[in-house]
């Protein structure tokens, strides 16, 4: 099952350009993970804000939830070209709900940075 | 930090064979594996959620006689395709959590690209 929508779906920009990249979900969530894969190869977690948090940032990463919402956000700041991949966002199951540390994803942002 | 590792990476099977997907947890031990498939430019599909020692639980509309899952240790799961079909191929992944005070990121195993042929 998919947890909800990732806008764009697709993102070109320059280096040095900041990216933003958008998640909405659909339920309750513990918690909201983003993650970054390369082609063809597996996931790398990047940063995770509770969902008590508003925001929290990690290096050039900038991550806000909104819970009322139901939306996170993404955003790269001057961006390199290897910062070119695809970005999921992730939720994970409330505690009360019978958390079995699944992982729901979003459907991904690929983003491209131009040298 | 932690270790997933998924082998073989890539595997190329004939129509009807079985073929077996590794997942080890090299540093924490993982009574829960999960199992997910991806298409080409898509997102990842949960398949299944491994459980040490019990049966998987798997997501609505994956056939469980189809992908069969083992987790025959705190440290290993297995997916077995078996018969597999053009259709089955895809690049499935794996991965684990260690549990430490509530479940915080996922490590992920490289991914097996599986081509059907």
């Known amino acids: 099952s998919q947890q909800g929508e990732e806008d764009p779906q697709a993102l070109s920009i320059q280096e040095g350009e900041n990216a933003t990249m958008n998640c909405s979900y659909k339920?309750?969530?513990?918690?909201l993970q983003w993650y970054r894969q390369n082609s063809g190869r597996g996931l790398v977690h990047l940063i995770l804000i509770r969902s008590n948090e508003r925001e929290k940032h990690s290096g050039r990463l900038r991550v806000t939830l909104d819970t009322s919402k139901k939306s996170s956000s993404l955003l790269i700041t001057a961006s390199r070209a290897a910062d070119t991949a695809s970005y999921f966002c992730?939720?994970?199951?409330?505690?009360?709900?019978?958390?079995?540390?699944?992982?729901?994803f979003g459907q991904g942002t690929t983003l491209q940075v131009k040298p | 930090g932690a270790v997933v590792s998924q082998h073989p990476s890539r595997v190329i099977c004939k129509s009807g064979t079985s073929v077996k997907i590794e997942c080890r947890s090299l540093?924490?031990?993982?009574?829960?594996m999960f199992w997910y498939r991806q298409f080409p430019k898509q997102s990842l599909m949960l398949m299944a959620t491994s459980n040490e020692g019990s049966k998987a639980t798997y997501e609505q509309g994956v056939e469980k006689d189809k992908f069969l899952i083992n987790h025959a240790s705190l440290t290993l799961s297995t997916l077995t395709v078996t018969s597999a079909h053009p259709e089955d191929s895809s690049f499935y992944i794996c991965?684990?959590?260690?549990?430490?005070?509530?479940?915080?990121?996922?490590?992920f195993g490289q991914g097996t690209r599986l081509t059907v042929v």
């Open positions: 992730a939720t994970d199951e409330p505690y009360f709900s019978g958390n079995t540390g699944k992982l729901i």
């Open positions: 339920t309750s969530i513990n918690n």
């Open positions: 991965s684990a959590r260690p549990l430490s005070a509530g479940y915080t990121e996922a490590f």
């Open positions: 540093d924490f031990q993982a009574t829960t």
